[in-house]
């Protein structure tokens, strides 16, 4: 394993712990390692030998390699190709913090939603109706509404071949924002 590769391993053990709903100091106990490593770790300051890492995905209740893998999948590119289609259609593939879906055509439907997390709706042709929180909302191609999570909701598009992107981005992962840029 190259350092690179060792580094981003960093993402993956924090993902994995904290979708364990555990602690750095649970995965200390657990794994024999300081809090303080562990957080080097985490933050890709600390590279962990072979052992050390065997260890930490013990911990985990997981594998070595399935950190590997989950560092891997976190350096991927994918290209997902349009074209025509009525539906829905999966505009990033595979397992990842980001979520995100296309619906194409005259679609309703006809139910509520609630999700855990933060969803944005994009309008990219068309125009749909969404009632929100006892609102309703008129979307027109490019506008966007935000949805924090636990919103419960439903939609309708309004107008023939209406396209729609939803985003949505999975609570555990870490933002930065750096306003010098």
């Known amino acids: 394993m190259d350092d690179k590769e060792t580094l981003r391993v960093g993402a993956a053990v924090r993902r994995q712990r904290r979708s364990l709903g555990l602690t750095l100091a649970a995965v200390a106990t657990r794994s024999g390692l300081s809090v303080p ?18 260890r930490v995905a013990d911990a985990l209740e997981t594998t070595t390699a399935r950190l590997r893998a989950a560092a891997d999948s976190a350096r991927s590119v994918d ?17 990842h913090q980001l979520s995100a879906l296309e619906f194409t055509g005259e679609l309703d439907l006809g139910r509520e939603f609630q999700h855990r997390n933060d969803e ?10 969404v009632e929100a929180e006892g609102q309703a ?18 939609w309708r598009a309004t107008v023939p071949g209406t396209r729609l992107l939803f985003v949505a981005v999975a609570e555990h992962i870490d933002a930065t924002f750096d306003p010098r840029r």
């Open 79 to 95: 290209v997902v190709r349009g074209g025509p289609q009525d539906g829905v259609r999966r505009v990033v593939r595979g397992r």
């Open 137 to 154: 909302y008129r979307l027109e191609r490019g506008d966007t509404l935000f949805l924090s999570g636990g919103v419960r909701h439903r």
């Open 120 to 129: 944005v709706m994009y309008v990219a042709e068309g125009a749909a109706e």
């Open 37 to 54: 490593f562990l957080s080097q770790i985490e933050n890709e300051r600390a590279r962990p030998s072979a052992r050390s890492l065997d």
